[in-house]
């Protein structure tokens, strides 16, 4: 899979750094038949239907209370509202940016696994602290 356009997309899309919401900037793409059906940030709210999804951190803290929701499980709520595409079809695209603009770690946290768990996409790729992507073992 070659990487590269997405990548660009990222750093196109990307808002400036004062206006992020959190301090590094994730996204999620959706890809479907080659192309991107859905993209999203994460954000610093919570949204009530995500309180069902624990959130818990690397580390194996419960983060639940924080404010703030993830990219791949707005990424998915934006797939199943506006798409009629299956999840068996689908690529997800997980990708960090930090403050000083570099790729960074982008595996998907604990509630969101359980959701990969559970929507059985086609494929997961996800950024690894080299900046390079990694194959997600669903
Ligand atoms: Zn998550």
């Given at each position: 899979?070659?990487?590269?356009?997405?990548?660009?997309?990222?750093?196109?899309?990307?808002?400036?750094?004062?206006?992020?919401?959190?301090r590094?900037?994730?996204?999620?793409?959706?890809?479907?038949?080659?192309?991107?059906?859905?993209?999203?940030?994460?954000?610093?709210?919570?949204?009530?239907?995500?309180?069902?999804?624990?959130?818990?951190?690397?580390?194996?803290?419960?983060?639940?209370?924080?404010?703030?929701?993830?990219?791949?499980?707005?990424?998915?709520?934006?797939?199943?509202?506006?798409?009629?595409?299956?999840?068996?079809?689908?690529?997800?695209?997980?990708?960090?940016?930090?403050?000083?603009?570099?790729?960074?770690?982008?595996?998907?946290?604990?509630?969101?696994?359980?959701?990969?768990?559970w929507?059985e996409?086609?494929?997961?790729?996800?950024?690894?602290?080299?900046?390079?992507?990694?194959?997600?073992?669903?």
């Amino acid at each position: 899979m070659d990487f590269s356009k997405y990548v660009e997309l990222f750093y196109g899309i990307a808002p400036p750094i004062e206006e992020w919401e959190m301090r590094s900037l994730h996204i999620t793409f959706a890809i479907y038949k080659r192309r991107v059906i859905a993209g999203t940030f994460n954000v610093r709210k919570t949204n009530p239907i995500n309180l069902r999804n624990r959130k818990i951190n690397k580390e194996g803290v419960d983060k639940s209370h924080s404010s703030f929701t993830c990219s791949e499980w707005r990424c998915f709520r934006e797939v199943k509202r506006k798409t009629n595409a299956p999840f068996s079809d689908i690529t997800f695209l997980n990708m960090r940016m930090n403050r000083n603009k570099e790729l960074c770690y982008a595996s998907p946290c604990v509630g969101c696994r359980s959701l990969l768990a559970w929507a059985e996409p086609r494929a997961v790729y996800f950024t690894n602290n080299e900046g390079k992507f990694e194959l997600y073992p669903i």
